[in-house]
Nanobody
Framework: QVWLVESGGGSVPAGSSLSLSCAASGHIGLGWCMGWVRQVAGKEREGVAS???????SYTGSVKGRFTISQDTAKNTLYLQMNSLKPEDNAMYYC???????????????????WGQGTQVTVSS
């Protein structure tokens, strides 16, 4: 079992930056993938970014160059630095994790096994 707790969301004007954190507890092995997924009410989940335990990252196209996913494996903490925020980035952001993928994430995936409770990001125009 893995538990994930996000923090760092908020309401900011367009062009601002926010940093999200996700504290993980439980066993997260070398073959695991962790990531951030966002969802707007009434729409499908969108994989934002993912990272393997080895540090290989993937991003969805709309955030490339603006968002950076990173991790501190010693602290079991996942981060998402979001710069140049746009109104279209408005969403609930979830931290997520999945094991047994052999060390790969296969892109900025939206399907995971373990989920945090989510943190709201609101960007005003």
């Amino acid at each position: 079992q893995v538990w994930l707790v996000e923090s760092g969301g908020g309401s900011v004007p367009a062009g601002s930056s926010l940093s999200l954190s996700c504290a993980a507890s439980g066993h997260i092995g070398l073959g695991w993938c962790m990531g951030w997924v966002r969802q707007v009410a009434g729409k499908e989940r969108e994989g934002v970014a993912s990272i393997t335990r080895g540090g290989v990252t993937s991003y969805t196209g709309s955030v490339k160059g603006r968002f950076t996913i990173s991790q501190d494996t010693a602290k079991n903490t996942l981060y998402l630095q979001m710069n140049s925020l746009k109104p279209e980035d408005n969403a609930m952001y979830y931290c997520a994790a999945i094991g047994d993928l052999g060390g790969a994430c296969y892109g900025a995936r939206s399907e995971y096994k373990y989920w945090g409770q989510g943190t709201q990001v609101t960007v005003s125009s």
